[in-house]
T-cell receptor
Framework: GENVEQHPSTLSVQEGDSAVIKCTYS??????FPWYKQELGKRPQLIID?????GEKKDQRIAVTLNKTAKHFSLHITETQPEDSAVYFC???????????FGTGTKLQVIP | NAGVTQTPKFQVLKTGQSMTLQCAQD?????MSWYRQDPGMGLRLIHY???????DQGEVPNGYNVSRSTTEDFPLRLLSAAPSQTSVYFC????????????FGSGTRLTVV
């Protein structure tokens, strides 16, 4: 089955700096890669996703990159703000099948 | 449109008791899943369903049963609760296999004593 590794497990940045979270996956058939943000005590919420036919996707301060050859994808957050503090999960999914494998999460702390 | 509704939000069980966690969605999503979330272990799939009448096991199915009699509902049953089942449980649904990201319920925090 799919295995998703996520690094780092914790990340502290100064407000205004950039944050990068990296994930690798094992199943070359995976073709959909969502990212979720989970604030303390709340449900995970989808913040951005990318499909395997795209190398990069941006949405305001958030971007995701995908390297299919190396089987890794990354989340980039620029100009971080205190409200970006949360746990971020990456995930990998095979198209046509809803079984999603999640990474173990990264706790991001943005220091004002 | 309420999205994915989970009940209860909190529950304390004694070892050996059984209970059902309820999950309902009103988005006509085909796919529904149950995850448990434990510190440092991310979200692990318990059971999932690709449509009414069809269910299958995920990564950690032992001690749990599911059924999908309707498109809307996907209850999770704990047969005989154990302390190892203390966790936060999330139900999630997704429209179809093309993948547009899961919609999660608000979660159930379960403690087994």
């Amino acid at each position: 089955g799919e295995n998703v590794e996520q690094h780092p497990s914790t990340l502290s940045v100064q407000e205004g700096d950039s944050a990068v979270i990296k994930c690798t996956y094992s199943d070359s058939a995976s073709n959909y890669f969502p990212w979720y943000k989970q604030e303390l005590g709340k449900r995970p919420q989808l913040i951005i996703d990318i499909r395997s036919n795209v190398g990069e996707k941006k949405d305001q301060r958030i971007a995701v990159t995908l390297n299919k050859t190396a089987k890794h994808f990354s989340l980039h957050i620029t100009e971080t703000q205190p409200e970006d503090s949360a746990v971020y999960f990456c995930a990998a999914m095979r198209g046509g099948y809803q079984k999603v494998t999640f990474g173990t999460g990264t706790k991001l702390q943005v220091i004002p | 449109n309420a999205g994915v509704t989970q009940t209860p939000k909190f529950q304390v069980l004694k070892t050996g008791q059984s209970m059902t966690l309820q999950c309902a969605q009103d988005m006509n999503h085909e796919y529904m899943s149950w995850y448990r979330q434990d510190p440092g272990m991310g979200l692990r799939l318990i059971h999932y369903s690709v449509g009414a009448g069809i269910t299958d096991q995920g990564e950690v199915p032992n001690g749990y049963n599911v059924s999908r009699s309707t498109t809307e509902d996907f209850p999770l049953r704990l047969l005989s609760a154990a302390p190892s089942q203390t966790s936060v449980y999330f139900c999630a649904s997704i429209r179809d296999g093309r993948g547009y990201g899961y919609t999660f319920g608000s979660g159930t925090r379960l403690t087994v004593v």
